[in-house]
């Protein structure tokens, strides 16, 4: 093999292992922090989200590794830049980290000129009641789909009972417009004493014979 071949094959094992690196950090990022699957910083501005993305989606697309983790590491990484690009979820998100940091000051009696929020530790902590309150504001809104949901499953039941009561009316009502007819026939034949009533199954009623008294 020669010199040119032996730093090419480094090259390509390098950049696999580059993809495979960045393949497993994004699948062990927290999910609900879609800065940190993209590895940026809050307060970015979109040109950045978009740059970083192209970067990294060439980078780990499933075309272009074998890795058979590449996909749901992609399909992340997509669904983060979605996320930051939506005006309504990113100022969502950028209120959460931002209640973070002001939790931490006010429960550590410190203030926005302190030295320490400065230091790689507050850091951390940062990002750990970032992930803390995220995780908390997630199971508020899955609590409140599944409530709406069991409202809509309640409505969706009383309205299928309005309906079916209404067919129930329906169906009555011509049923008893249908022996309508037969019911005013009979009861004029009744009156003029011009035959036998008819019932409302279309039958001649058979009179009564008078019993004799004594």
């Known amino acids: 093999m020669s010199d040119d071949e032996a730093f090419e094959s480094l090259e390509k094992e390098a950049k696999e292992f580059d993809k495979d690196a960045e393949i497993d950090r994004i699948l062990k990022t927290f999910k609900l922090d879609a800065y940190a699957i993209l590895d940026l910083q809050p307060g970015v501005p979109e040109s950045d989200i978009k740059a970083v993305y192209r970067k990294k989606?060439?980078?780990?697309?499933?075309?272009?590794?074998?890795?058979?983790?590449?996909?749901?590491a992609f399909d992340l990484l997509k669904k983060a830049q979605t996320e930051?690009?939506?005006?309504?979820?990113?100022?969502?998100?950028?209120e959460?980290?931002?209640d973070a940091r002001r939790y931490l000051i006010r429960d550590r009696k410190l203030t926005v000129d302190?030295?320490?929020?400065?230091?790689?530790?507050f850091g951390r902590d940062w990002r750990e009641k970032t992930k803390q309150l995220l995780?908390?504001?997630?199971?508020?809104?899955?609590?409140?789909?599944?409530?709406?949901?069991?409202?809509e499953g309640r409505q969706q039941k009383k309205e299928e009972a309005e309906?079916?009561?209404?067919?129930?009316?329906?169906?009555?009502?011509?049923?008893?417009?249908?022996?309508?007819?037969?019911?005013?026939?009979?009861?004029?034949?009744?009156q003029k004493g011009q035959g036998t009533p008819v019932g409302e199954d279309g039958t001649?009623?058979?009179?009564?014979?008078?019993?004799?008294?004594?």
């Open 135 to 151: 995780i908390e504001d997630e199971i508020r809104r899955r609590k409140q789909q599944r409530a709406q949901m069991q409202e």
């Open 57 to 72: 989606s060439l980078l780990i697309h499933p075309d272009k590794t074998k890795n058979p983790r590449a996909p749901d």
């Open 163 to 190: 309906i079916e009561e209404r067919k129930r009316k329906r169906d009555h009502e011509q049923a008893w417009e249908q022996t309508r007819e037969k019911r005013i026939d009979s009861w004029r034949q009744f």
């Open 114 to 121: 302190s030295p320490e929020l400065k230091t790689a530790a």
């Open 204 to 214: 001649k009623k058979k009179k009564k014979k008078m019993k004799t008294l004594g």
């Open 84 to 94: 930051l690009l939506d005006e309504k979820h990113r100022a969502r998100l950028d």
């Open 96 to 98: 959460v980290i931002a």
